[in-house]
């Protein structure tokens, strides 16, 4: 499997094609990871909050891939936030992932004590037991301040990113701060009709590609890390073929036609935030 790689202000290279496993039951993720991996994946982003690190690190040992061909990325979540409670949990993802290290580690959500498990997050860091560290779901605005008042700044954000949301110039925006963009949800999950959308349809008869293929690519090109999800080895296939053509600059303009501004997830909703808080037990 071909992918390309993007480069952290730290210097480690991050595959810029990546395996999500978010809402894989966890009685299903280990043979669709091992399923990934012999598809030829090495990058496999998870999270404490998606209950499936054991099941990934069993089926990392099974694959007999040596640990430094493989890229991991795990998150805290914030009913773990505080300065000890995030070196737990991190221990905890260790264990269940059956490694030493972490290639990733994120916090999360924007919700509760960040700054104590940011602090966190930076000691195991200097420690030597994360290779970069960054953050998920942060606002401009709280990212700005996380990267102002910190002693070392997040490599990466991992933000909600598809055809209905792009958030043009983020790219610019965190570059700004020395980080690079991971998208999530980049095929809106399938909703609003998106795999006939009739731009991306065009598009893709063009270069002998699916809709899903121009998406991914259409995001690759921006210098944004992705990571497309499924559980059918043939998706699998389809998803990592995505490095032998390019969209060109009138195409890429096209895709912005399909923004409607309306992501899947308000992440800075209050409502959104009182439910997070209230389950985070």
């Not at 089926?59 to 995030?86: M, N, Q």
């Not at 991992?158 to 999530?184: K, L, S």
């Not at 731009?199 to 899903?212: H, N, Q, W």
Request: proline residues 4%; charged residues 30%; negative net charge.
């Amino acid at each position: 499997m071909n992918n390309e790689f993007v480069k952290l202000s730290n210097g480690v290279e991050i595959p810029q094609l990546g395996f999500g496993v978010f809402q894989i039951p966890p009685e299903e993720t280990k043979s669709v990871v091992k399923k990934a991996i012999e598809v030829g994946y090495r990058h496999f982003d998870t999270a404490q909050a998606y209950f499936n690190e054991a099941e990934i690190g069993e089926a990392i040992k099974e694959s007999k891939i040596p640990r430094e061909d493989l890229f991991i990325t795990t998150k805290v979540w914030v009913s773990s936030y505080g300065y000890e409670e995030t070196k737990k949990a991190f221990q905890e993802s260790l264990d269940k992932l059956q490694t030493d290290y972490i290639d990733l580690y994120l916090l999360h959500q924007c919700i509760g004590d960040v700054y104590s498990s940011w602090r966190a997050v930076e000691d195991l860091y200097k420690e030597g037991k994360i290779k970069a560290i960054g953050v998920c779901n942060f606002t401009p605005g709280r990212f700005t301040d996380l990267c102002l008042n910190s002693k070392i700044k997040p490599m990466v954000n991992q933000i909600e990113i598809n055809p209905f949301y792009q958030q043009e110039g983020t790219e610019d925006f965190h570059g700004e701060f020395d980080a690079i963009v991971e998208a999530w949800g980049p095929l809106a999950e399938g909703k609003d009709g998106i795999f006939t959308n009739p731009i991306l349809s065009e598009i893709g008869d063009k270069y002998g590609k699916t809709v899903a293929q121009v998406i991914l690519r259409w995001i690759i090109q921006r210098g944004i890390i992705v990571f497309p999800k499924s559980t059918k080895e043939s998706r699998m296939i389809e998803n990592a073929d995505v490095f032998d053509f390019q969209l060109s600059d009138d195409d890429m303009e096209k895709i912005k036609e399909i923004e409607t501004g309306v992501p899947i997830v308000e992440i800075d909703d209050p409502d959104f935030i009182k439910y997070i808080c209230s389950n985070i037990a």
